[in-house]
C-alpha cells in the first residue's frame, strides 16, 4: 500500500508560484503512474496532472496546462507540482495519489490564491 503526505501550499497573490511535495511511502512508488488533484470548496475532486512511472508520459488538465508542471524522483520517492501564474480559481486543497486514485488519501496541502 502506498502512504502519501502533501506538503508545500500556502497563501499567494495572483501570479504568483508554488511548489507542492508529495512524499509516498511503499515500494512499489516507482511503478505506479501518480497524479496530482484538487478539490475547491463545494466542488468535486478533480485531476489536475499525472505522470508515469518513469515519467515519460505527462498529461495536464486544459484548466492548468501552461502554467503547471508536474514531476517525480522515484529515488526519493517524491512528486512534485510547479504551480506558476497561479489564479484564484486555482484555490483549492491539493492532494497527490495514485492514477487511478487507489492508495488512501492523505490529508492535502491547502493553496489559497488571493490578493
Known amino acids: 500500500q502506498v502512504q502519501l503526505v502533501e506538503s508545500g501550499g500556502g497563501l499567494v497573490q495572483p501570479g504568483g508560484s508554488l511548489r507542492l511535495s508529495c512524499a509516498a511511502s511503499g515500494s512499489i512508488f516507482s511503478r505506479n503512474a501518480m497524479g496530482w488533484y484538487r478539490q475547491a470548496p463545494g466542488k468535486e475532486r478533480e485531476l489536475v496532472a499525472t505522470i508515469t512511472p518513469r515519467g515519460g508520459d505527462i498529461y495536464y488538465a486544459d484548466s492548468v496546462k501552461g502554467r503547471f508542471v508536474i514531476s517525480r524522483d522515484n529515488a526519493k520517492n517524491t512528486v512534485y507540482l510547479q504551480m506558476n501564474s497561479l489564479k484564484p480559481e486555482d484555490t483549492a486543497v491539493y492532494y497527490c495519489?495514485?492514477?487511478?486514485?487507489?492508495?488512501?488519501w492523505g490529508q492535502g496541502t491547502q493553496v489559497t490564491v488571493s490578493s
Open positions: 495519489n495514485t492514477v487511478p486514485s487507489y492508495a488512501d
